[in-house]
């Protein structure tokens, strides 16, 4: 009841193209679904946020759709640009610790 | 934005020997810091969870004399990898979250130990 299924394991996009990675729980508790971007090498930063109580959330080229009663939220990348190239990481947390629970990542290629 | 720093970014050491890994809210006070694991190609594995001045809670399979966790301020907590072995060979990443940030972790950018 603690994971978060996310899918692909991969992806690849044309530059241009729109980028879509799923993201699923159990845990109705959850009150917080962020989405990470991580580079080779590098930690994971911050992409976008959502709360459950609103259905989507959009920062520039960034959207988080998400659907309570389905228990399911989407990352979607317009424009997808080769410098997306990255691999994406779901999360949903709990409580007042937000210890994370993460999703396997998603390896997103943008080709140009 | 919040900024983490984590120091070293890479470290090679022998087998047997002590390495610590340091990481910094800049910025912020961190009530909370997290150090995690991450194998390649994996998710991020959360190892413990440390509130500042109290002792760090380890997930469950992480042992605690191995993985020496210090959050001694608001702005610095340490992980020690005691008796290092090449099986420890990882990527280590540490977050910190503060009040007022609405609980949004922040990520350091890294450390990659090689244990030889």
């Known amino acids: 009841q603690q994971q978060v299924k996310q899918s692909p394991q991969s992806l690849i996009v044309q530059k241009g193209g729109i980028s879509i990675i799923n993201c699923a729980y159990e845990n109705t508790a959850f009150d917080y679904f962020p989405w990470y971007q991580q580079f080779p090498g590098k930690g994971p930063a911050l992409l976008i946020a959502?709360?459950?109580d609103v259905s989507e959330k959009k920062e520039g080229r960034f959207t988080i759709s998400f659907n309570k009663s389905a228990k399911q939220f989407s990352l979607h990348i317009m424009d997808s640009q080769p410098g997306d190239s990255a691999t994406y990481f779901c999360?949903?947390?709990?409580?007042?610790?937000?210890?994370?629970?993460w999703g396997a990542g998603t390896k997103l290629i943008i080709k140009p | 934005g919040a900024v983490v720093s984590q120091h070293p970014s890479w470290v090679i050491c022998k087998s047997g020997t002590s390495v610590k890994i340091e990481c910094r809210s800049l910025?912020?006070?961190?009530?909370?810091m997290f150090w995690y694991r991450q194998f390649p190609k994996q998710s991020l594995m959360l190892m413990a969870t440390?509130?500042?001045?109290?002792?760090?809670?380890?997930e469950q399979g992480v042992e605690k004399d191995k993985f020496l966790i210090n959050h001694a301020s608001l702005t610095l907590s340490t992980l020690t990898v005691t008796s290092a072995h090449p099986e420890d060979s990882s990527f280590y990443i540490c977050?910190?979250?503060?009040?007022?940030?609405?609980?949004?972790?922040?990520f350091g950018a890294g450390t990659r130990l090689s244990v030889l």
């Open positions: 440390s509130n500042e001045g109290s002792k760090a809670t380890y």
């Open positions: 977050s910190a979250k503060g009040q007022g940030l609405r609980g949004i972790q922040y």
């Open positions: 910025d912020f006070q961190a009530t909370t």
């Open positions: 999360a949903a947390s709990r409580g007042s610790n937000y210890q994370l629970i």
């Open positions: 959502i709360r459950p």
